[in-house]
């Protein structure tokens, strides 16, 4: 009887299942659907061809760096930059913030440009180095323009425990600056100079041998150095026409530079919070201002001569 009763059990629930899948099966064949699942389905359609629309960019007609013409009509040349400009508008939230950024931050590097005789375009090889931030690599490249402890020291810069250059942007923007003239006495080029601070001046200089070639056009690199160039054209490109590629925003959208005085510093500073204060702002204020100062004192055993800058009064809240 226990077998013949489990046996019926069994059968019944077949049977459930055969009549569920049927009816599956007929809904499928009628194209019926839950109301619920098809309105879903409209919505999420309309809502992505209304809102979102992925479309091809449009390529400029013409494009230069820093003076040197493009070669569009290589059309190898073409596919790398049209990659460059699709990859850098369609990263929407990271292209808008660098505009907002270079709002701030592109005054201090163009001025240093101007004085030292680079072009203008070379702030946007900062802009794909650092995202226009403090970075610091892997490698323990820092800074706007990621420079290496060793290389920042043969340039000048200060690199120790209280005090490290590489992240004071004025002063780093020089030793960048530095190197591309000389990289560009070396190879007669803006644009070789700019690909050799990605792959270094010799790195470039043993790729034009090889290769038998006098440009960077014409030389078959690695991946990071092949878009190196081709990515500072895009951003130069997309943040030069925003609108072009989709971008609205107005002037108070975006980060203002806040005006900031001098401090003549040529002695020891026990205790930065307690500086600070002297001025009316914090330590938190006075790192953002300052970060090449990496500690919280300052030793100055030698009495060297810093200029600290202190954010002039009315730009953030008074402190509590």
Same mark, same amino acid.
């Given at each position: 009887?226990?077998?013949?009763?489990?046996?019926?059990? $069994?059968?019944?629930?077949?049977?459930?299942?055969?009549? #569920?899948?049927?009816?599956?099966? !007929? *809904?499928?064949?009628?194209?019926?659907?839950?109301?619920?699942?098809?309105?879903? #389905?409209?919505?999420?359609?309309?809502?992505?061809?209304?809102?979102? !629309?992925?479309?091809?960019?449009?390529?400029?007609?013409?494009?230069?760096?820093?003076?040197?013409?493009?070669?569009?009509?290589?059309?190898?040349?073409?596919?790398?930059? *049209?990659?460059?400009?699709?990859? +850098?508008?369609?990263?929407?939230?990271?292209?808008?913030?660098?505009?907002?950024?270079?709002?701030?931050?592109?005054?201090?590097?163009?001025?240093?440009?101007?004085?030292?005789?680079?072009? %203008?375009?070379?702030?946007?090889?900062?802009?794909?180095?650092?995202? @226009?931030? !403090?970075?610091?690599?892997?490698?323990?490249?820092?800074? =706007?323009?990621?420079?290496?402890?060793?290389?920042?020291?043969?340039?000048? @810069?200060?690199?120790?425990?209280? $005090?490290?250059?590489?992240? /004071?942007?004025?002063?780093?923007?020089? $030793?960048?600056? *530095?190197?591309?003239?000389?990289?560009?006495?070396? =190879?007669?080029?803006?644009?070789?100079?700019?690909?050799?601070? +990605?792959?270094?001046?010799?790195?470039?200089?043993?790729?034009?041998?090889? !290769?038998?070639? #006098?440009?960077?056009?014409?030389?078959? @690199?690695? %991946?990071?150095?092949?878009?190196?160039?081709?990515?500072?054209?895009? @951003?130069?490109?997309?943040?030069? /026409?925003?609108?072009?590629?989709? =971008?609205?925003?107005? %002037?108070?959208?975006? &980060?203002?530079?806040?005006?900031?005085?001098?401090?003549?510093?040529?002695?020891?500073?026990?205790? =930065?919070?307690?500086?600070?204060?002297?001025?009316?702002?914090? &330590?938190?204020?006075?790192?953002?201002?300052?970060?090449?100062?990496? *500690?919280? /004192?300052?030793?100055?055993?030698?009495?060297?001569?810093?200029?600290?800058?202190?954010?002039?009064?009315?730009?953030?809240?008074? $402190?509590?």
């Amino acid at each position: 009887m226990k077998i013949l009763k489990n046996a019926l059990i $069994v059968a019944g629930i077949l049977a459930v299942c055969a009549v #569920s899948i049927n009816a599956v099966q !007929q *809904d499928q064949d009628s194209g019926s659907s839950s109301p619920i699942k098809e309105r879903n #389905s409209r919505n999420i359609d309309r809502s992505v061809a209304d809102n979102y !629309q992925i479309v091809a960019l449009p390529m400029p007609e013409e494009a230069e760096f820093a003076g040197e013409k493009v070669p569009l009509e290589d059309p190898d040349v073409y596919e790398r930059l *049209d990659r460059e400009l699709l990859v +850098n508008t369609y990263w929407q939230s990271n292209a808008l913030l660098l505009m907002k950024r270079a709002n701030k931050y592109f005054p201090v590097i163009e001025a240093v440009f101007k004085e030292e005789g680079v072009p %203008e375009d070379f702030k946007y090889l900062a802009v794909i180095e650092s995202g @226009l931030t !403090q970075a610091v690599s892997p490698a323990r490249a820092i800074g =706007f323009w990621q420079i290496l402890e060793g290389t920042g020291k043969e340039y000048g @810069l200060e690199i120790n425990d209280n $005090v490290d250059e590489r992240y /004071h942007i004025e002063k780093s923007t020089r $030793v960048a600056a *530095d190197y591309l003239k000389k990289a560009k006495a070396r =190879f007669g080029s803006w644009t070789l100079a700019a690909a050799s601070y +990605n792959a270094g001046q010799y790195g470039i200089d043993k790729q034009l041998e090889r !290769q038998k070639v #006098s440009g960077y056009y014409d030389l078959l @690199l690695g %991946e990071e150095t092949g878009r190196y160039v081709l990515r500072i054209i895009a @951003l130069k490109e997309i943040m030069n /026409h925003p609108e072009k590629y989709g =971008f609205s925003f107005e %002037e108070d959208d975006l &980060y203002q530079p806040i005006p900031t005085n001098k401090v003549k510093v040529d002695s020891i500073v026990k205790d =930065f919070p307690d500086f600070a204060e002297k001025f009316g702002i914090n &330590y938190k204020i006075l790192k953002i201002h300052n970060p090449w100062l990496r *500690d919280d /004192h300052l030793n100055n055993a030698s009495r060297k001569t810093y200029y600290i800058e202190i954010p002039e009064k009315g730009y953030y809240p008074p $402190v509590k």
